[in-house]
DNA sequence: TTGTACGCGTTATCAC
DNA sequence: GTGATAACGCGTACAA
C-alpha cells in the first residue's frame, strides 16, 4: 500500500495504486472512487534547509509515492521492478533532473569505481602518455582515474598514497618516485588485498602484477646499433643505482657488449640522478678525462637531448665524431638536429596493459595471481648514430 | 558519565572518569573503588561482517569509553575539547592506525576539498604545466585536485563536467575543447553558484572568473618583431575561428601590422583546426602559390614546428628566405634547428593563477564578483627569425 | 567539556 | 513487486 494521501478525503489507508497515466503512477481512492496523479512541481514539502538542494532519490520517491528502495531498484534495473514502475520513475527523475549522488552511492557500496594512479611527474611525455593508455582502457570498463604525481619525493608519494586508500579509489597503479626505498605504504594495503598495479619502477619486494618496458632488451637493442656502427668505445649514462629499471638498462647495455666481445670498461659507465645538471656534469667528465669515447648511451631521452645540444655546442660532430642514442622516444628527439636515435618502449601501450592488469585482478578477485608482463617496443634509427650513411 | 562497565561489578552507572593515565582515559568505579583503563586490543566487540574493517571513531571511541562525537572533535582539535582528550584520543587513533573516511567526512559536511580540472588534453607542455600550477596553489591550501581530459570532444567534456559535479568536486578550472559551442553543461552548474573558474579558451557568455594569456599582446610582439627583421609579407596561420584565443591572437598580429602601417592582406591569414596535417597543408597552399610570404606565425608552437621541419624538407632555408616564429614556447623550440622564436605565455603561472581565483571564489563566498587576469609572458628570441646576425 | 540523536544519499536486508 | 529500516562513517545542533 502506498503512503500517500486523498487529495479529496485526505486519508491514507484507502489509497491504491491503479495503473499509469501518461507514464506517471496513478491513484485510486477507494472511499471517494477517485483517480489522481500526484504533481511534484508545485510543493516544496520540507523546503530543505539547504538552498541548492540536490534532487535525492527520496524527492523522486515523495513526489511518485513510492519508497526510496523501490526507486533505487527502479533506477537501476534491478529485475525484481515492474518495466513500468521503471519507466515512470526515470522518467520522473529525468523530469527532476536527478543525478546519482556518487559519494553516497560510494559510502554504501563501499566502492569507488575509480583508479588512483601515482607517477613522479605528468609533464613528460613518457608519464603523460601512460597516463593517456590507462585512462583509455579504464574508461571503457567503466573506471574513473585519478591522477597525483610525487615530484620524484618519496614524502609526497606516501601521502599521495595514503590520501587515495582513504575510500577514494578501488586500487592503485604507481610508478614509485626515484627516492623510494622502503614499500611500507604499499605493504599494508597490501595486506588488505587491495589491487595494486606497478609499471616502469616497479617494487622488486612486494608481490604485484608489473608492467614493465624491454629495459634490458631495448638497450641491447640500441647498444648492439651503435656497435653495428662501428662504435667501441661507448659510455653509457644510467640512473640511481637503486632503481631496477637503471639496472636492467645497464644490463642490456652490457649484454650487447659481450655478444660482441667487447670488454665493458667501467670507467665508462656513469650514474646519474636523472637531472640534467647531473647528466651534463658526466658528459663533461667524459670530455675532460683523457678516455677516448665514440659513443654516449642515456638511459632516458630528456637527458640525451641536452646531451646532443651540449656536444654540439663545444663543437663535436654528430654522428662522425660521436654518436648519441638513448631510450624513450619523445617526440622531440624527431625534430632536433641531429634527430635522435633512441628505443622507442610504447608507453601508451604500457598503459594500457597496466589497467588492464588491474581490471584483470578485480574480475579474478580471490584467485587472482600476479603477473609480469613485458610490452614490447622497437627500435627507432636517425641521424644522431648513421655514420654509414654518410660514408 | 561515560557508558562504561566497570571489570569488577560489571555496572555501567557507577563508573567515573579519573584523570589520564600514560595518556589512557583512566576510570573509577564508585562501589568498588577500582581504577582501570581501557584495553582494546584484546576485544573485538562486534565481529563487524566486513573482513577489512577499516577503523573508524566509533571504534576509537569503543576503545576509549567515549561519544564518538568527542572523538570526532578531538581528532579535529575542536576548540571545546580538553587537551588531554585530544592527546589521548589521537593517542589511541594513531595506534588503531585510523584514518578518517573521507567519503563520509565529504557526504556529511558537503563539501570534497577537490577541485576538478578539465583541459583538452595532458599529453602536451602546455597543459601539463598548467596543471602543475594548479596542483601547487591547489596543495597548499589543502585542496586534492582531479584532472579529467575531452580529447578536444565536446561529448566527452560535457560528460567530464557532470561527473566531476555529482559530488566529486567543489568546483571546476576548465578549459573547453576546441569542438564546444554551447555551454549549457556550465550555466546549469553556475546557478547554483559553483565555482568555476576558466583559462586560455575561456567562455565569453558566462560570468565566471578567467585566466587569459597574452594572446593578444604576445602575438603582436611576435609580430612587430617580425616586422623588426624585415619581413613585411608575414603568413598567419590560427586555429577554429569560434575559439577566443584564436580571435585575439589574430588580432595582436593584425595590430602591430596597423602599427607599422603594413596593410593586411587576407590571402595571408589562414585558420586551421590545429591538427598538423591542416596546418601543414595551409604551408603547402602558401608554397604552391604565387603570393608572396616571407615569413610564417604559427599560433601554437607544436605547429610551428612541424612547419620547420616541412620547410627545411622542401629546401627552404629559415631565416634566410622565411622566418618563423610562434606562440608557446614549448621546450622542443629550444631545441629544434634553428631554434624556435616563440612567445613564452608562462603557463605555469596560468594555472597557479586559476587556482588562485579558485581559492578567492571559495573565500569570498557570496559577495564574490568574477575576475579575468592576464598572465603576463615574454617574447623569446631564437635563431628561426633572427635575420639581422645572419648579415 | 561531553553525550545524544539525527542528517547526509544510497544500497541491502529483511518483511509483506 | 514493494515497503520499512538498518547500515555506511562522520559532523553537528542541542541537551546535559
Not at 523546503?47 to 513526489?63: G, L, Q, S
Not at 549522488?101 to 575509480?114: F, G, I, P, V
Not at 577514494?168 to 610508478?175: M, S
Not at 646532443?308 to 632536433?336: T, W, Y
Amino acid at each position: 500500500m502506498p503512503r500517500v494521501k486523498c487529495p479529496k478525503c485526505l486519508k491514507v489507508e484507502t489509497v491504491l495504486r491503479a495503473g499509469f497515466l501518461r507514464g506517471r503512477q496513478r491513484f485510486l481512492c477507494k472511499e471517494c472512487a477517485y483517480h489522481f496523479t500526484i504533481h511534484h512541481d508545485r510543493e516544496s514539502d520540507k523546503p530543505t534547509r539547504r538552498k541548492n538542494h540536490e534532487t535525492t532519490i527520496i524527492d523522486i520517491a515523495k513526489a511518485m509515492g513510492l519508497a526510496v528502495s523501490t526507486v533505487s531498484r527502479a533506477l537501476r534495473d534491478h529485475p525484481d521492478t515492474s518495466m513500468q514502475t521503471r519507466r515512470a520513475v526515470k522518467k520522473i527523475a529525468e523530469e527532476l533532473n536527478y543525478r546519482p549522488n556518487s559519494l553516497a552511492q560510494r559510502l554504501s557500496k563501499r566502492e569507488t569505481q575509480t583508479i588512483g594512479v601515482i607517477m613522479p611527474d605528468i609533464e613528460t611525455y613518457f608519464y603523460s602518455s601512460i597516463l593517456t593508455g590507462i585512462q583509455q582502457v579504464a574508461s571503457k570498463a567503466g573506471y574513473k582515474v585519478m591522477v597525483c604525481w610525487s615530484n620524484e619525493s618519496h614524502t609526497d608519494e606516501v601521502a599521495n598514497t595514503h590520501a587515495f586508500m582513504t575510500n577514494w579509489v578501488d586500487g592503485l597503479i604507481i610508478c614509485h618516485s626515484k627516492e623510494t626505498k622502503t614499500f611500507d605504504h604499499i605493504k599494508m594495503y597490501l595486506k588488505k588485498d587491495i589491487p595494486i598495479v606497478h609499471f616502469n619502477r616497479v617494487c622488486e619486494e612486494v608481490d604485484t602484477s608489473k608492467v614493465l618496458l624491454e629495459d634490458s632488451n631495448g638497450s641491447f637493442q640500441v647498444t648492439e646499433h651503435l656497435i653495428q656502427q662501428g662504435c667501441r668505445r661507448i659510455a653509457a649514462i644510467g640512473g640511481p643505482e637503486h632503481l631496477y629499471v637503471s639496472k636492467m638498462r645497464l644490463d642490456g647495455y652490457l649484454r650487447a657488449l659481450k655478444k660482441y666481445n667487447i670488454e665493458p670498461d667501467p670507467k665508462l659507465i656513469f650514474h646519474s640522478d636523472l637531472t640534467i645538471p647531473s647528466v651534463l656534469g658526466v658528459v663533461d667528465r667524459i670530455l675532460e678525462s683523457d678516455i677516448p669515447v665514440d659513443a654516449i648511451f642515456s638511459i632516458y631521452d630528456a637527458g640525451a637531448i641536452r646531451v646532443l645540444a651540449h656536444l654540439k655546442q663545444r663543437g663535436i660532430k654528430i654522428p662522425e665524431d660521436m654518436c648519441v642514442a638513448s631510450f624513450g622516444n619523445e617526440p622531440m628527439g624527431e625534430f632536433i638536429e641531429p634527430s635522435l636515435t633512441s628505443f622507442d618502449p610504447h608507453t601508451f601501450k604500457m598503459g594500457e596493459t597496466a589497467a588492464q592488469l588491474f581490471l584483470d585482478q578485480i574480475i579474478e578477485g580471490e584467485n587472482f595471481v600476479a603477473k609480469t608482463k613485458v610490452v614490447k617496443g622497437n627500435l627507432v634509427v636517425r641521424q644522431s648514430t648513421l655514420r654509414n650513411q654518410n660514408l
